[in-house]
């Protein structure tokens, strides 16, 4: 089975600036999660779809993020305006319900400048 | 607050030696645990999951255990190889959301020839 893929893998960027990331979940997987992980942390829930719904947002920084999840399947996370410390990568994963695990990308490394 | 605690300090080991990492969590005790194995560069990957109610859990070359006394879940490699060096992530079930996980910073492990 394919695994979730996620687009860009790096991105660089200034401060200030609008990015955009891109995931596509493994098929049948009816929850979509985004992390972020920074150097030597963990990686930290930002956001948590299930299907289309948000059933989590609490940590995300909705200043300044916002995601979406289309038709229940893919998903996009954006961050605008960025700021440095926004610097880390940013993981996909999706799941198929409680109790299972989750499924990761390989990440978007975002560096600010 | 619910945290996951793990030894920041790398873990350094000759093969064929067992390997044991440390995760332990504050709070009340979660429905399951589980641990991810990270390589540079690369997203976490599922490893096991074990529940408030199992002691033990095994495959393959690996062993978790789960001691809600304590507070502490210990995750075992035996016969270890160069091929098993990596970061490995506890995560505990959390609170709210919908199969929600909160990782630890994770112990990478080094194994030498």
């Known amino acids: 089975e394919a695994g979730v893929a996620q687009s860009p893998r790096y991105k660089i960027i200034e401060k200030r600036q609008s990015v955009a990331f891109w995931c596509n979940p493994i098929?049948?997987?009816?929850?979509l999660y985004w992390y972020q992980q920074i150097l030597g942390q963990g990686p930290k829930l930002l956001i948590q779809?299930?299907?289309?719904?948000?059933?989590?947002d609490s940590q995300l920084p909705k200043d300044r993020f916002s995601a979406e999840r289309l038709k229940g399947v893919d998903s996009t996370l954006k961050i605008q305006p960025a700021k440095l410390e926004d610097s880390a990568v940013y993981l996909c994963?999706?799941?198929?319900?409680?109790?299972?695990?989750?499924?990761f990308g390989d990440g978007t490394r975002l560096s600010i400048l | 607050s619910q945290k996951i605690e793990q030894n920041s300090e790398a873990l350094n080991i000759q093969e064929g030696k067992t390997a044991t990492l440390t995760c332990n969590y504050t709070n009340y005790s979660p429905a399951y645990l589980q641990w991810y194995r990270q390589d540079p560069g690369r997203g976490p990957v599922f490893l096991l999951l074990?529940?408030?109610?199992?002691k033990e859990k095994r495959k393959e070359r690996l062993k978790v255990t789960f001691d809600t006394t304590l507070k502490q879940s210990l995750f075992h490699i035996t016969a270890s190889q160069p091929a098993d060096s990596a970061t490995y992530l506890c995560?505990?079930?959390?609170?709210?959301?919908?199969?929600?996980?909160?990782f630890g910073a994770g112990t990478r492990l080094a194994v030498h020839p």
């Open positions: 074990i529940r408030e109610n199992e």
């Open positions: 779809f299930q299907n289309n719904g948000v059933v989590d």
């Open positions: 995560a505990r079930q959390a609170s709210g959301g919908y199969n929600k996980l909160i």
């Open positions: 098929s049948g997987h009816a929850t």
């Open positions: 994963a999706s799941g198929q319900g409680s109790n299972q695990p989750q499924h």
